[in-house]
Structure formats: C-alpha cells, structure tokens
C-alpha cells in the first residue's frame, strides 16, 4: 500500500491510535520510559505538522514531515512549529 493513499483521516486515526497505546501501557524502565515519551512527541509533533499543512493548502505553504521536523515540532511545540513555518517562508 503506498503511503500517498492514505486518507487524512486515516492518518490521524493511526496515530492518535499508537499515542493512546503508549500512553496507555507505559513502560516499566526508565530509559524505555524516556524513549517512550520521546517517540510520543515525536508523533505529536508530526501529528501537529500534519494538521498545519492540512490548512496550509489553502494558504499556500507546505512543511515536509520527516522524523527533523517531526521532533523539532514535538519537542519545541507551537514555537517550534512558529520557527519551521519562518524557516520554510522566509529561508527557503
């Protein structure tokens, strides 16, 4: 199956999925803790670019999701996002 053919929605449903899932069971050791929590920002973070772009068809920018941009967003949150929106309009 190629990724292009995703429905929005499933994409969303696939991650909010995978989120609850590491949320809900958790881990009992601390580094896979820390590497849990991690990779659930990382995954809010492409969640979050994902919804940027969706609305950003309308306005005109787009930002790739990679696991960068995924974990800058993730990690930094709204400013991060602020910041990749400034890069991709104003640098590139």
């Given at each position: 199956?190629?990724?292009?053919?995703?429905?929005?929605?499933?994409?969303?449903?696939?991650?909010?999925?995978?989120?609850?899932?590491?949320?809900?069971?958790?881990?009992?050791?601390?580094?896979?803790?820390?590497?849990?929590?991690?990779?659930?920002?990382v995954?809010?973070?492409?969640?979050?670019?994902?919804?940027?772009?969706?609305?950003?068809?309308?306005?005109?920018?787009?930002?790739?999701?990679?696991?960068?941009?995924?974990?800058?967003?993730?990690?930094?949150?709204?400013?991060g996002?602020?910041?990749?929106?400034?890069?991709?309009?104003?640098?590139?």
């Open positions: 199956m190629d990724v292009n053919t995703f429905e929005p929605i499933t994409i969303v449903v696939i991650l909010g999925g995978l989120i609850g899932l590491m949320l809900i069971l958790g881990a009992p050791i601390k580094p896979i803790r820390l590497v849990g929590r991690g990779l659930i920002k995954m809010l973070g492409a969640l979050g670019l994902f919804i940027i772009n969706s609305f950003g068809t309308f306005i005109g920018f787009h930002i790739p999701i990679n696991f960068v941009t995924a974990a800058i967003s993730g990690f930094l949150g709204i400013p996002m602020a910041a990749l929106l400034a890069i991709d309009q104003i640098v590139l």
